[in-house]
């Protein structure tokens, strides 16, 4: 099992780095980074109602929806910020940089999300490993941005 959370990880992680070049492809078509992040929600939004039906997963209940936590409901806002990021800074830094850089950030955030356990993530704490590990892709960024 956890060898296939790995390989799904890695898979969403190729799956990123090529949605930046598809959503770039767009944004030079259409003139604009909004419209090519419209185009890549909606063809999501497109490709989860699929895969939804496929699966026979049923709608939640209104007592399900009115549980959520409030802060819940802002993950869109910044998988649109993050969408519509990396498709202007994709093509001006490169898919390497940008992935690098944008990884670094997601590994941060993520050191004080576990050791602080928000979110619902179990509390972790930030240990010299961790901190090597940040320490060593942020060397890691500079040898990329490099050349």
Do not use: H
Not at 40 to 56: H, P
């Amino acid at each position: 099992m956890q060898a296939t959370l790995w390989a799904f990880a890695l898979a969403a992680g190729i799956g990123i780095t090529v949605q930046v070049g598809l959503n770039a492809a767009l944004r030079t078509q259409f003139g604009s980074a909004g419209a090519a992040a419209l185009v890549n929600f909606s063809v999501g939004i497109l490709a989860l109602v699929a895969f939804l039906l496929a699966m026979r997963t049923p709608v939640p209940s209104r007592e399900a929806i009115a549980a959520a936590p409030w802060w819940a409901w802002f993950g869109g806002i910044f998988g649109a910020f993050y969408v519509a990021t990396v498709t202007v800074a994709g093509p001006k830094l490169g898919a390497t940089v940008m992935i690098a850089v944008t990884v670094l950030g997601q590994l941060l955030a993520a050191l004080v999300i576990d050791q602080n356990g928000w979110l619902g993530f179990p509390q972790q704490p930030v240990t010299p490993a961790r901190v090597a590990g940040c320490a060593l892709l942020l060397g890691g960024v500079w040898l990329v941005s490099r050349g």
